[in-house]
Antibody, heavy 120, light 113 residues
Framework: QVHLQQSGPGLVKPSQTLSLTCAIS??????????WNWIRQSPSRGLEWLGR?????????DYTISLRGRIVVNPDTSKNQFSLQLSSVTPEDTAVYYC??????????WGQGTLVTVSS | DVVVTQSPLSLPVTLGQPASISCTSS???????????LSWFQQRPGQAPRRLVY???NRDSGVPDRFSGSGSGTDFTLEISRVEAEDVGVYYC??????????FGQGTKLEIK
């Protein structure tokens, strides 16, 4: 059974970088049939897909257009995990952040969620 | 960008009665590979979303058979044949046909009357 365990700070100051990690058990970040995603949820934006990393004869990424330039999703094969970095955060980035597994055009396993508040 | 719209946004239901949630996409969700990548999720209070249905009508393991999905093209429906107390929560549809961006509906809050 696949399990995703998120970690990272719950409070980030404006203009700083939000960093979260998602540890994978029961699967491999290098599985070439899977994509590893970050999704966030806020009252104002609802559920919003942010980006993903996946291995297809090399590492690839996709990002939502609205965050391009601020977002990086990276795999860490040595620890079997992947991470989210979102730079230059503002209070509008306050949300519950989820990591999630995509076995092919869907999302079947979610992390527990991390509430990240952007505030000084 | 694809816009996914759900209705109603609030759904009060009597225990034991059926419930139906609609999901409409601004573009057809039929993929060039012949599949339609429309999923439904349930989110109970304080929990992460849980997938109920994928590819329009395929129920996930462990999902009660009172949940069923249907539809094609741009119009989809999640039906609950007889609502139980544990079904309270918010339901979301999600399109994943138009890679790489996934889009969620606004959510439908199901509550017991």
């Amino acid at each position: 059974q696949v399990h995703l365990q998120q970690s990272g700070p719950g409070l980030v100051k404006p203009s700083q970088t939000l960093s979260l990690t998602c540890a994978i058990s029961g699967d491999s970040v290098s599985n070439d049939r899977i994509a590893w995603n970050w999704i966030r949820q806020s009252p104002s934006r609802g559920l919003e897909w942010l980006g993903r990393t996946y291995y297809r004869s090399g590492w690839k990424n996709d990002y939502t257009i609205s965050l391009r330039g601020r977002i990086v999703v990276n795999p860490d094969t040595s620890k079997n995990q992947f991470s989210l970095q979102l730079s230059s955060v503002t209070p509008e980035d306050t949300a519950v952040y989820y990591c999630a597994r995509d076995p092919g055009h869907s999302v079947d396993v979610w992390g527990q969620g991390t509430l990240v508040t952007v505030s000084s | 960008d694809v816009v996914v719209t759900q209705s109603p946004l609030s759904l009060p239901v009597t225990l034991g009665q059926p419930a139906s949630i609609s999901c409409t996409s601004s573009q057809s969700l039929l993929h060039s590979d012949g599949n339609t990548y429309l999923s439904w999720f349930q989110q109970r209070p304080g929990q992460a979303p849980r997938r109920l249905v994928y590819k329009v009508s395929n129920r996930d393991s462990g999902v009660p058979d009172r949940f069923s999905g249907s539809g094609s093209g741009t119009d989809f429906t999640l039906e609950i044949s007889r609502v139980e107390a544990e079904d309270v929560g918010v339901y979301y549809c999600m399109q994943a046909t138009h890679w790489p961006h996934y889009n969620f509906g606004q959510g439908t809050k199901l509550e017991i009357k």
